[in-house]
């Protein structure tokens, strides 16, 4: 079918009185009718084609908006997955940042690292000085790393001069205490052995002793080395 160009509804009628119909008026009239009768036929039959013709235009103009939107429609879903697209090749190059726990407590103090050898004794349950847990045998295990292998301390051994725990200073030995007891906790020693060492150490070093001499200090000291070797 021919597309209908313009809106038939927008189109009046002719004037079939004119020299331009004057065959067809008069080829009526041969027929029998009256000069009004057939200007009145004419007027009729232009009438009914212009129904019919109207009704082509509005299904033709449906069509054309039901293709409009399919068109409209495919372009839109064209650019949405276009969009998706770039935002995923956008998320693939954006720089990356590790996940955390919100329920997390970051923790306010450092621990230093102790010996591996301290650590598998920590590991075994096994005794070992307080003095790997210190700050000068935690630098010393970080310095032994840097060497080449003919100086590196072979994780089976520990370091020969090792402070006994009496030997400690006041100040090592309770800064040595607090490292060795995060270190329990994290190689899961039982609980009920975690408590009764803190509780150990919290005496011993709140012990009224401490401040009255150099000596008395000393001597608690000793005391926490010959108990933590009894316990073992």
């Known amino acids: 079918m021919n597309r209908i160009l313009t809106d038939l509804a927008l189109e009046a009628q002719p004037n079939f009185e004119f020299?331009?119909?004057?065959?067809?008026?008069n080829a009526i009239?041969?027929?029998?009718?009256?000069?009004?009768?057939?200007?009145?036929?004419?007027?009729?039959?232009?009438?009914?084609?212009?129904?019919?013709r109207i009704t082509?235009?509005?299904?033709?103009?449906?069509?054309?908006?039901?293709?409009?939107r399919e068109q409209e429609e495919q372009e839109r879903t064209a650019k949405e997955a276009e969009a998706a697209e770039e935002l995923r090749e956008a998320e693939k190059k954006k720089p990356k940042?590790?996940?955390?726990?919100v329920e997390a407590v970051v923790a306010d103090v450092l621990i230093p690292r102790p010996s591996q050898y301290a650590l598998q004794k920590i590991k075994s349950m096994e005794y070992v000085e307080l003095w790997y847990f210190s700050p000068e045998g935690c630098w010393?295990?970080?310095?032994?790393?840097?060497?080449d292998g003919r100086r590196f301390i072979r994780l089976g051994k520990g370091r020969r001069k090792a402070l006994q725990d009496h030997d400690l200073s006041w100040r090592q030995f309770d800064m040595a205490k607090t490292s060795f007891l995060v270190h329990i906790d994290k190689n899961g020693w039982p609980d009920k052995h975690q408590q009764a060492l803190a509780l150990f150490f919290t005496l011993i070093t709140n012990h009224e002793h401490r401040v009255q001499s150099l000596q008395c200090k000393k001597t608690l000291l000793r005391y926490a080395g010959f108990v933590r070797r009894e316990w073992h």
């Not at 010393?140 to 060497?147: D, G, I, N, P, Y």
């Open 19 to 25: 020299p331009a119909y004057a065959a067809w008026l």
């Open 29 to 52: 009239i041969t027929g029998g009718l009256t000069r009004e009768e057939a200007l009145a036929q004419m007027a009729e039959g232009w009438k009914l084609e212009r129904q019919e």
């Open 56 to 68: 082509l235009w509005i299904q033709q103009s449906e069509e054309d908006l039901r293709l409009q």
């Open 97 to 101: 940042i590790n996940d955390f726990d």
């Open 140 to 147: 010393e295990a970080s310095e032994s790393s840097r060497t």
